[in-house]
């Protein structure tokens, strides 16, 4: 059980530092999504079930909506 | 490997807020520091959680089996306090990014850049 | 040079954190405040799910606050991409069968989802925000499918504004009736049933209704204007 939660807070870690070493916006906000997905996964292990489900709902779906809305509307290139 | 254990919640929370830090203190790009803004707020929800977790006990909904013994005053459930104002954070969370990816396509319709550097000189 | 400054301030506050998490330690018990709410509230409200308690019941104000701040950026957006663009071509083109077609037979099982979470939310995990959540993203889906449907901004509106406005009277009744802002003024009637914990679950249909109508106008508002 620790093993697990140890691989999930490591995993959480390289999709970080990933958002930030990407040049392309939208793998940029794909891995931040993938941030908010394993931040849900480690609230369920904190037994803390309502905030995974906000954390869920609202982080990986509306969140990354909303991100990629933007940058479509801009069309800048890559930073 | 046990203090790795006790400690690796604190670490992993940490981490994810200094590297949004870092992403608004360096990025050039304004949607990348709005980016670097979220990774701030998930890092500060996982922390607040982790200093409210108690070892051995179970989720803060009371079943069968916990509604007979909640008359002894021996509580079995972990703090319900830090989920609750964390649950209110995450909404406003997501209005606030909301907000300032709406000011962003303004800006970029305006100037017709997002680099940062080109936007700050402002003429009156 | 912004990069060295930004690695001395990252260092800098890493070493404060340092500094201040390790006097606490990760998994014994430091609950304070929390040990009354655990013992006393299914006598004082009803409900079995603690957490819904809390964020209704015991710090309602709290949830008051979110839900004007909610309010604020919904508005601030609204104003802030105000006039209507014209859709090319290319993006009104709708999407293939089969897409047309799940989306066609989901979206009702969504909407129902969210309606299911909102309303049960004083006995499961879940509540008025994670099923507004739900309701927006339902809506979210049909946006993508047909870039041309609109549905009419006024409705959106209309239905954000009288789910504060019901939390707000109920909040006003319970000054009335019991003296207290926000006091539990409705029965709390037997643990486990649906019609159960006072005013916990009218007001929590009142913020889903109004979070799910919210969300899903930010949404609306981001696709079609500009």
């Avoid at chain 3, 290319?90 to 989901?106: A, D, F, N, Y």
């Avoid at chain 3, 739900?134 to 789910?163: C, D, H, M, N, Q």
Wanted: glycine share 10%; aromatic share 8%.
């Amino acid at each position: 059980m620790v093993v697990i939660q140890a691989v999930l807070i490591l995993m959480m870690i390289v999709a970080g530092v990933a958002t930030s070493m990407l040049k392309d916006l939208i793998s940029a906000v794909i891995a931040c999504a993938a941030v908010s997905l394993l931040a849900s996964m480690l609230f369920y292990f904190l037994d803390a079930p309502d905030v995974a489900m906000a954390e869920a709902a609202i982080g990986a779906g509306l969140t990354t909506a909303v991100f990629v809305i933007a940058v479509r509307k801009t069309r800048s290139k890559e930073e | 490997m046990d203090l790795v254990a006790n400690s690796m919640y604190y670490l992993g929370a940490g981490a994810l807020i200094l590297i949004g830090l870092y992403m608004v203190i360096t990025k050039n790009n304004l949607i990348k520091i709005i980016l670097g803004l979220s990774l701030v707020d998930t890092g500060t929800h996982v922390l607040l959680i982790a200093i409210g977790y108690v070892k051995g006990r179970t989720a803060p909904i009371l079943t069968e089996e916990l509604l007979e013994s909640v008359g002894e005053a021996i509580p079995k459930v972990v703090d319900p306090i830090p989920q609750a104002l964390v649950l209110t954070a995450i909404v406003i969370g997501v209005g606030v990014l909301a907000l300032g990816l709406s000011l962003a396509i303004k800006v970029y319709e305006h100037n017709g850049t997002l680099d940062v550097r080109k936007i700050r000189g402002l003429k009156w | 040079m912004r990069k060295a400054v930004g690695l001395i301030l990252v260092l800098v506050v890493g070493i404060s954190f340092w500094v201040v998490l390790k006097n606490v330690p990760f998994g014994h018990d430091k609950i304070g405040v929390g040990n009354h709410y655990i013992e006393n509230a299914i006598q004082e409200t009803g409900a079995t799910n603690i957490v819904t308690s809390v964020v209704v019941s015991y710090r309602g104000l709290d949830t008051l606050g979110e839900v004007t701040v909610l309010f604020i950026a919904a508005l601030g957006i609204g104003m802030v991409l105000f006039s209507v663009k014209k859709t090319s071509a290319k993006e009104r083109q709708t999407s293939s069968m089969v897409v047309q077609t799940g989306t066609r037979i989901l979206f009702p099982f969504i909407i129902l989802f969210g309606i299911y979470i909102f309303v049960h939310g004083h006995l499961t995990p879940g509540g008025g925000f994670q099923g507004g959540a739900v309701i927006a993203s339902g809506f979210l889906l049909t946006y993508l499918v047909w870039p041309e449907l609109e549905t009419k901004r006024e409705r959106f509106g209309a239905a954000e504004s009288l789910g504060g406005l019901v939390f707000v009277t109920i909040a006003i009744l319970g000054l009335v009736f019991t003296g207290y802002f926000l006091g539990n003024f409705l029965p709390t009637g037997t643990q486990n049933h649906l019609f159960s914990a006072g005013i916990i679950p009218v007001i929590y249909i009142a913020i889903g209704i109004k979070v799910g109508s919210e969300l899903a106008g930010i949404v609306a508002d981001m696709i079609h204007k500009e």
